[in-house]
């Protein structure tokens, strides 16, 4: 993962243009991706696709005519969206387009003017400061017109119509934990599940932020109601706790499997109430849709000082850690995949057991955990309380009240609710 | 407001009496008071108005008919109700009159007998102490006769008709904290809100403890359904930690607003269960009316050493302590005044907030309470939530998310649920 | 009690069998129980009674001839359910059927076999250590025959046919907290019971663990109805904490009972959430059943080293700890005795005690605990709080409550809701 990370680290991303489509080129050559194109001007909801924003070069060039400022050095240079522009500007004109990050010196910020016509530079804070004054060269090689809005999607289906949604932003340039590590674990992901007998149709969408966000719920608003669970991935590549974002709701089942496995895990955590700001759980969650949606991260956006700058970058993220973080969401799907309720059909006192093999022989010591597990889930299979419910209450694992489940089932005590 | 709480403070208040009138008087020389008077023998619920009580002088005369204790220095020199006594009597019989306080030798305490007839000096512990056998002569010139109960209101009129109650109690005589300190803060309260243009209608009452409180409910059962909010303001004068006690819902709006108050302030604060002991609110919050009424203090009841005594005198209120809770009530009331439930006209994904001037331009960085807010208000005007819900939630103050309210109304985003 | 329970030590108890039978004459002897026989091969929902276990005599004898084991020592020496054998094994195949307890190597272990056909010794593992290979003489004079499972019941009558259920096992052979402490607690609550005027019915079931539970709920399947409230009583003679185990419902009368009880004590205690592993409120709480059905203890099963042991003897348990325990559940059963629902006949604010003589006739001063519960519970007598939830809310004792409530019906201020 984190060697296609570093693949797709120098492409120049944006909401929209030919950086989304090459980025999407490369998901694609690992997993089947079926790409649309959504024309500028289309409404979608209170919005509107914007044009589409394509860059060629950018530079700055001093008063002695040495290029100072290279976008061909890192896409982060430019301000996203900057309009086209060539000429000579004076040291204090050229000020009012540069940003900087005074308190990080050597670090480029990450900035975007997507809906105000502007164009910017972002460099070193430190580069700034040592400009002498005099005439500036500055050269965008950008343009700006009608085009369209690009998002991928790869669907893999499973036994049931009803989806499980993987949201992933693509629009953002050489950041690499926000958002290469959502890019390379969705892929990966989707992957791991082709390999599975999958009961959900999973859909991992390869969207913009925001506005790919709102345009694909735009377009897909009557199918919403199949999406039963979903998981934004952002921010889930550094070294640092797993923060889990819950849904709106607050107790969708993505929710209690995300919470479960965190505490099962080994690994820091913290869980975190739904707030309105964020990434695309934003739109998922916006209170006409309210759907089951939360999002996993490591480092939450805004919080860590990397956040949006050129020191987000391939070494910010580890290989090891993008394995930790796509074992954990295989964890919460394996879940979900599993997660039933079901009815003890022998709900008068307890069922014996031990002539069906399921109990131990002789008695007087400790129970197992297995057999402990078998007791869960009999008492608390009454059709209100679902495996994972059991889990939770129980304290065992989802794998142990699972496997309980199946020889139960085996036994005949179990049947689906 | 303490200069006015030192005019009322010699005043001998009882709960009926030509004191409580005068204190009246004297507030409504600052706002318009309407005085009732309910005769003497006047069922009101369980209970019956009993006869008026009036006193002119009192003292004791020790055997040398030196005056030893003497109405005119504290009219917390006598029981309150007293019936009327004059002639002499042995020390041990004098003894089984008076009042004193072993553990505070030096404070009178403050003692009452309105429902049992009974005559009784209260005084410094040392003093009685230092008392020669011999004849005392005792004289108490009260009287007890059919006459009325007297309680004042102020009705400062709002938009509507629904009202929020605000209760002190007017019978407690030379006692600083409890209760001038609510009076002062009522009065001053009224003078406030009658600057104000108003949604609701505020009704003040400045009853006797207890039976003033029924006798009020009983004349008035018929529009308590207009009270929508209440608070009662008792020993709100003193330098303790403002102490906040839940109506009997403990869910009221009322409840949530004072919470909010309280957590958003920079003062030590506690919040307390709603209990059946205390002041007035117990009878607001009987089971058979159960009104949304808080009770707003510093100091409880009971908890504190100068509680009915004379130590609670008027060095034991401050004029920064009254202003403070002064302003405490204003930020409850203005957020009564200013909640409502309102509907997201956009409710699918956020709605485009730049367009409407209500987001940033450049983005990259963190936004702002400002936008945040609005992002709150956006998310979870579904009609289920009302802005005090969401300031609660959001963690944000009620006035960030109040402007972003008025925001968002005037962007056209939020419509009256 | 601690003397009953050393006249039960030495009778060798298991699932069938004299031994039982024995037990519940002895018991039978203080209070009267009506014995029931169950026939082997009998179904019970998913079990079936299983044949009669009878044991006269047991024993090893070492190459020497030597008795190194003797059943007449202890009855814990032989596994229960051991199939008869008679004959000569070598060492290594006698160890095969030896179970010891490494870990504790002077302590005998207690094991049985009740469902698979087999025989064993069990011997302290330092007895193990030291045996030298040769020929081995083995004896266990058992017999498993068809026979009967037997029960006992004793049915304390009260006003209602409501019951409450006092179940505790009578299986286990030579160990006192487990569970001789449970037989002779109610043994005695039961003579305590009887010597009372009731509101309940109180039934007392001696029965084998799980099997005779599981057989007696198969009997009265159709009078579970009439169980309003339950307790297991097991493991409670020994110097530990209280620890109270939850019904399933988690919010049954038994379970606030309980809390209330242990809360209000002087002793340390835990509550625990109901889990479905334990003793026979397993079956009791099937889901099926569901019955209000505590189970109280002490120690914990499998929490104690001495758990199932030969250390769980005579001096394991204490009569004063036995005495504690007593009388914690009379304690509960006489919150449950008194516990109800009233109302309020006054909910208009509160009615004037003092021409009741509920309150004090001085005013000034604090109310004490008796007048406050009073407040507490005609404020909360509104049809939706038993004097038990006026109680836990209030933090004052039951007993406070239920007198108060006692005086405000003797004043005509409450009725049965």
Known sequence: MHRFASELFPICRSITGDGVRETLSRIGALIPIQVTDVPTGTRTFDWTVPREWNIRDAYIKDPSGQKIVEFKDSSLHVMSYSTPVKGMVSLQELKQHLHTLPERPDWIPYRTSYYKEDWGFCLRHSEMESLQDGLYEVCIDSTLKDGSLTYGECLIAGQSVDEVLISTHVCHPALANDNLSGMVIATALAQHLSSLKLRYSYRFVFIPGTIGAITWLARNQSRTGKIKHGLVLTGIGNRAPFHYKKSRRGDAEIDSAAGLVLRSGSEPYEILDFTPYGYDERQYCSPGFNLPVGCLMRS???????????????????????????????????????????????????????????????????????INARLWVLNFSDGQHSLLDIAERSGLSFKLINQAAADLKTGGLLIAA
Chains 1, 2, 3 share one sequence.
Do not use: M
């Open 300 to 370: 939450v956006w805004g919080t860590f000082p990397e956040y949006h700058t050129s020191a987000d970058n391939l070494d910010f993220i580890a290989p090891d850690t993008l394995e930790g973080s796509l074992k954990l969401c295989a964890s919460i799907l394996d879940i979900l995949e599993h997660n039933e309720t079901l009815l003890n059909t022998n709900p008068y006192c307890e069922p014996q057991l031990g002539k069906r093999n399921l109990y131990r022989s002789t008695g007087g010591a400790s129970i197992s955990d297995e």
